[in-house]
């Protein structure tokens, strides 16, 4: 621990002499000592009178009354803290003492150190002028460390400002630092610091940052560098911010289409802070509820009753969150079903395969007519009518031409096929 002199430029006096220097802690005990032999003058003696001499010094010391005197900066401004006739006469509550160490040195006893008790101490005999100044001793107070460390703060909420509060509790000297830090970088804001004194002379101080919490410094620290001069303490704050239900994740995030008898599985998902009251809600009825952060719903053999809009909501004492997603059920057809839409369907369905049978029949009697026409040509004589022809050969132009099949047989053919494919 370093010692912390407070008084280091103060004067001791043009003829004193700074024999000792003493080191105290606050509220604890110390002892200064003071010679003054030099203030009893002896004569010289021969030796048979050695021991009668000592004697006689002795009493000069005990008739001799001394003060103790303490300064700050400078021996002119010296005041009184003991007056030994007064101690011996009536001896009031004090926490100064003296007493003799020996028949050259006086002791000043102080209980109870206060950081004012710092500075310079020297004694002087009443009645007696000395021939020098007297040895002065400096009394310097050590530095005290920090007795604790605390945070003071108000409930966070996300997006509302507030003022972060640490406390520090008696140390000496006045000197201090804080700085304040969030991960590895410095907390945005002007901190204040103030420091108050204490009786006994050490201090306390305060230092105060403004903070905006965000959703997002939930379970965040906050650190705090105390430096003095006794020691450097690190001082941690874990935040607890409360904040409303982030965007909900939906699972799965799009429309969905199930065929009767299918599985419906959908989850939710909420981060917040406190945890949420989350609901699945069906057209305005409330399905399934629960305080989490994951809530899903199972419905087995969706029927046409289960389709319609899913909304999931998320509440807490910051607010709610609500998504939704559409659910359509499509049905299986059913034989005699009057549905209006099967029927629709069906029609068209129908129409669409009259309308290739017919294309297909015409196309079919086209090219079995092409081949036919194709395979006569190849077979049948050729007719050559002579300049003057006869009626034999009217008649033979006539047979051939009533092979051909007419027009009135193609229509009669065609509408025997759609007939048959209405009756199916």
Not at 10 to 20: E, R
Not at 312 to 337: F, H, L, M, Y
Not at 347 to 363: E, Y
Request: hydrophobic fraction near 35%.
């Amino acid at each position: 621990m370093s010692v912390t002199n407070l008084y280091s430029t103060g004067k001791i006096g043009c003829n004193a002499q700074l024999t000792t220097d003493v080191s105290g802690v606050l509220n604890g005990d110390v002892i200064i000592t003071c010679k003054y032999a030099e203030s009893i003058q002896t004569t010289t003696l021969t030796p048979k009178v050695k021991v009668t001499t000592e004697i006689s010094i002795v009493r000069v010391a005990e008739q001799h009354y001394l003060q103790w005197l303490h300064y700050k900066h400078v021996r002119k401004n010296a005041q009184v803290i003991l007056d030994t006739r007064i101690v011996h006469r009536c001896p009031p509550p004090s926490r100064y003492s003296s007493s003799m160490g020996s028949l050259h040195t006086a002791q000043l006893h102080i209980k109870g150190l206060l950081v004012s008790d710092a500075g310079f101490y020297f004694c002087s005999t009443v009645g007696n002028k000395l021939k020098r100044e007297p040895d002065v001793s400096q009394l310097v107070i050590k530095a005290v460390s920090i007795s604790e460390t605390s945070f003071l703060t108000s409930p966070l909420e996300a997006n509302k400002p507030t003022i972060l509060v640490l406390n520090v509790i008696r140390f000496y000297p006045k000197k201090i630092e804080v700085d304040w830090q969030m991960g590895k970088k410095q907390l945005q804001g002007n901190p204040v610091l103030l420091a108050n004194p204490h009786c006994d002379g050490t201090f306390s101080a305060t230092s105060m940052i403004a903070f905006v919490p965000q959703a997002g410094d939930h379970d965040r620290t906050i650190i705090c560098h105390i430096t003095h001069e006794s020691a450097k303490v690190r001082k941690t704050l874990k935040l607890r911010v409360s904040y409303a239900p982030l965007p909900l994740t939906v699972q799965p995030q799009e429309d969905i289409v199930k065929m009767e008898g299918d599985l419906l599985e959908l989850r939710c998902i909420s981060k917040s802070n406190p945890i949420s009251k989350m609901s699945w809600i069906l057209n305005g009825k409330v399905l399934l509820a629960k305080a989490t952060t994951h809530l899903r719903i199972r419905v087995e053999n969706v029927s046409l009753s289960d389709q319609g809009n899913y909304s999931c909501s998320a509440e807490n004492s910051q607010g709610t969150r609500t998504s939704s997603v559409a659910v359509n059920v499509i049905g299986s057809v059913q034989p005699g079903a009057t549905d209006e839409h099967t029927g629709l369907a069906a029609g068209i369905s129908i129409s669409v395969v009259l309308l290739l049978t017919i294309v297909t029949s015409i196309a079919t009697y086209a090219f079995v007519r092409k081949r036919r026409m194709a395979g006569r040509q190849a077979e049948e004589p050729m007719y050559v009518v002579p300049s003057q022809p006869t009626v034999d050969v009217y008649e033979t132009l006539k047979v051939a031409d009533s092979q051909k099949p007419s027009t009135q047989k193609v229509h009669d053919v065609i509408y025997a096929n759609t007939e048959q494919i209405r009756k199916l």
